[in-house]
């Protein structure tokens, strides 16, 4: 038996993490960040602003917090969190100890937060829930990646993600080790069945999206059969979407296309169902989850002493 194939596949309940350093990702620009998270902020401050910090906390009190890791995952996000506290008051000093992409321990401490109290204690939440969700993401993401990084396959991100928060989720995936799918409807081009069935038939769809697409934009075509596969490699698909396969099935499915097109798997993936995926010699694994449905990773901002001046946890 190869070393490969005794990989243990690993269940939604192990949280633990592999200690395999993450490469460094490429930061999203602020002038795209911004109106993002002064969405969000506004959001959260309403019409009257926050009543509970303005009324209690003296304009002049300062406050030293820090953000610090509740458990074991990936941070992603630290620029949303300093662009929360910036656009709250400029006076807030922000000051990174960590980089997004770096794998966590409980008692990390992610980043200091300095300045005035009353604008952190507004800004915190927003920062929170950026931090939170997107080191969830970066984590869940990791998981996958570290189950199938000993056979050579990728996990890639898709269109699930949640209204507003694409740019960001998927940015949260790359930082997770992950790969992005396509942006959204103008970036590529994805045939699935119901485009097929209303264009009459896998080739036609195929050969009309050949005819018109320019030669940069590729033509993914989803199947669910051996008999679609071969047709749609015929009519010149780039990349060939396995969808609801079973690990036999896309076994053969991979010997058929032969490396004359990029395949994916995709359909109900989970850390139990991955590693046997992977196995199969698919180039891409696609999980909706990562984006869609991911956990919080808890992420806390504490006092100087690590008494809990806010946690991960809705309020």
């Known amino acids: 038996m190869s070393i490969i194939s005794e990989v243990p596949a690993r269940t939604a309940e192990q949280s633990d993490l592999l200690e395999v350093a993450l490469p ?36 002049e009190a300062r406050a030293s917090l820090r953000l610090a890791a509740r458990e074991r995952g990936v941070v992603a996000g630290l620029d949303l969190a300093r662009l929360a506290f910036r656009l709250m008051d400029p006076a807030i000093k922000f000051l990174p100890l960590m980089r997004d992409g770096q794998r966590l321990s409980p008692g990390d401490i992610i980043a200091t937060v300095e300045g005035p109290a009353r604008a952190i204690l507004s800004a915190e939440r927003t920062a929170l829930n950026f931090l939170g969700h997107l080191s969830g993401v970066a984590t869940a993401t990791a998981r996958i990646a570290d189950v199938i990084r000993p056979f050579g396959v990728k996990v890639t991100c898709t269109r699930k993600t949640l209204p507003g928060l694409r740019m960001v989720q998927k940015y949260a995936v790359r930082v997770g080790g992950g790969s992005n799918h396509r942006y959204g409807l103008d970036d590529a081009i994805l045939i699935k069945d119901n485009h097929v069935a209303v264009a009459g038939g ?27 596969l071969e047709e749609g490699l015929s009519a010149g698909a780039n990349i060939i979407l396995l969808d609801n396969m079973s690990p036999e099935v896309l076994r053969e499915a991979v010997r058929i296309v032969n490396g004359r097109a990029v395949t994916e798997a995709s359909g109900r993936v989970t850390l139990d169902t991955v590693a046997e995926i992977a196995k199969t010699g698919v180039d891409y694994i696609a999980v909706g989850a990562i984006t869609h449905s991911v956990r919080v990773l808890d992420i806390g901002l504490d006092d100087a002493n690590g008494a809990a001046a806010g946690d991960a946890k809705e309020s």
């Open 24 to 59: 460094e990702i490429p930061p999203l620009a602020d002038v795209l960040l911004e109106p993002l998270v002064r969405n969000t902020l506004q959001e959260d401050l309403g019409r009257a602003g926050d009543l509970t910090s303005n009324y209690i906390i003296p304009v």
């Open 202 to 228: 896998v080739r036609q769809a195929v050969e009309r999206a050949r005819q018109a697409a320019g030669h940069m934009v590729a033509i993914e075509l989803e199947v669910d059969t051996l008999e679609q």
